[in-house]
């Protein structure tokens, strides 16, 4: 079975400054997804931005970019010119590959907080 | 277009009782999927449904059960509430039951069992 891991329960970061949170994860699978997902205090799950693991490229969506390392099993995602509307709890997830069903396993997320 | 609607908003209930929580995917997707959060915790996939037949199941016991009605939309309910049923039940719609299309999730019911 797949697990996501994020050992950063809270982290803290200063408006307008850049801020990584981490995330591993463990899986014998060599095609799979990998996903940021944030959940403001709304609670409404939101996807940040996704990696596809057969792509070297890092992902990036304006604001948030992601470091993969597919040897290492490590998925960070970067927050630059952080705002304060960055502020809510953010969740890595693991996707196995296309055709095998959409179940998403989740990390325990990272609270992030945005000092204005 | 809409998004993913669940009801009710907030729900409590007693130990031992039975709840029904709804989920309406967002127009023209065909899958829905549940998933359980704890306070604190990240979520935990409970169901997916597609086309209404079940296509995966986590490691929920027989308490939880789900279904599919013909216009997609899904309920899941569970007997024999327990404490640690307290939860944020989430779901998520996507266009299909295969990992093609993203999840879009809904806002969640707040369940409090006493």
């Known amino acids: 079975a797949q697990t996501v891991t994020q050992s950063q329960p809270e982290m803290s970061v200063q408006e307008a400054e850049t801020v990584t949170l981490s995330c591993t994860y463990d899986?014998?699978?060599?095609?799979?997804?990998l996903f940021w997902y944030k959940q403001p205090p709304s609670r409404q799950m939101i996807l940040v931005i996704r990696?596809?693991?057969?792509?070297?490229q890092n992902a990036t969506e304006n604001r948030f970019s992601v470091n993969f390392q597919k040897a290492a099993k490590s998925f960070s995602l970067k927050i630059s010119d952080s705002q304060l509307g960055d502020a809510a709890m953010y969740f890595c997830a693991y996707r196995t590959s296309e055709n095998a069903g959409n179940m998403l396993t989740f990390g325990g997320g990272t609270r992030l907080m945005v000092k204005p | 277009d809409a998004g993913v609607t669940q009801s009710p908003t907030h729900l409590i209930k007693t130990r031992g009782q039975q709840v029904t929580l709804r989920c309406s995917p967002i127009s023209g997707h065909k899958s829905v999927s549940w998933y359980q959060q704890v306070l604190g915790q990240g979520p935990q996939f409970i169901f997916q449904?597609?086309?209404?037949?079940?296509?995966g199941r986590g490691n929920f016991p027989d308490r939880f059960s789900a279904r599919q009605f013909p216009n997609y939309s899904s309920e899941l309910n569970v007997n024999a509430l327990l404490l640690g049923d307290s939860a944020l039940y989430l779901c998520?719609?996507?266009?299909?039951?295969?990992?093609?299309?993203?999840?879009?999730f809904g806002p969640g019911t707040r369940l409090t069992v006493t």
């Open positions: 899986t014998s699978e060599s095609d799979y997804y």
């Open positions: 990696q596809e693991a057969y792509k070297q």
């Open positions: 449904y597609y086309e209404k037949e079940e296509r």
């Open positions: 998520a719609s996507s266009r299909s039951g295969t990992g093609l299309y993203e999840q879009y």
